[in-house]
C-alpha cells in the first residue's frame, strides 16, 4: 500500500500561482511514477501532468502544458505540482496518483485506469 496525501490547495484569483504537494508514505515512493488528476463538477477525472521514477520525464495535458510544472523528491518521498497562471477553467479537485506500471515508471504517462492508488483530494478554486 501506499498512502497519499496532498496539500497546498485554495482559493486564488485567476493568474495567481499555487504549489501543491503529496507526501507518501508506504511502499517505496521511487517505484512509482505520480500524476496529478483534476475533476471539476459534474466532469470526469482527467489527467494533468505525470513525472517517471527518477524525476526527468515529464507528461501534460495540453491544457496546462507551460502554465503547470511537475516535479519529484525521492529523498522526501513527496511529489510536486507548481500550477501558475490559474485560470478559472482550472477549478477542480486534483488529486495525486501512484503508478506502479513499468511503461509509466518510464514514460511518467499515466492514465485513470492505471493508478494504483489515489490521494483524498485538495481543492483549487480560481476566481475570475
Known amino acids: 500500500q501506499v498512502q497519499l496525501a496532498e496539500s497546498g490547495g485554495g482559493l486564488v484569483q485567476a493568474g495567481g500561482s499555487l504549489r501543491l504537494s503529496c507526501a507518501a508514505s508506504g511502499r517505496t515512493f521511487s517505484n512509482y511514477a505520480m500524476g496529478w488528476f483534476r475533476q471539476a463538477p459534474g466532469k470526469e477525472r482527467e489527467f494533468v501532468a505525470g513525472i517517471n521514477w527518477g524525476g526527468d520525464i515529464t507528461s501534460y495535458s495540453d491544457s496546462v502544458k507551460g502554465r503547470f510544472t511537475v516535479s519529484r523528491d525521492n529523498a522526501k518521498n513527496t511529489v510536486y505540482l507548481q500550477m501558475n497562471s490559474l485560470q478559472s477553467d482550472d477549478t477542480a479537485v486534483y488529486y495525486c496518483?501512484?503508478?506502479?506500471?513499468?511503461?509509466?515508471?518510464?514514460?511518467?504517462?499515466?492514465?485513470?485506469?492505471?493508478?494504483?492508488?489515489w490521494g483524498q483530494g485538495t481543492q483549487v478554486t480560481v476566481s475570475s
Open positions: 496518483a501512484a503508478d506502479g506500471s513499468l511503461y509509466a515508471r518510464r514514460s511518467s504517462r499515466t492514465q485513470v485506469s492505471q493508478v494504483d492508488f
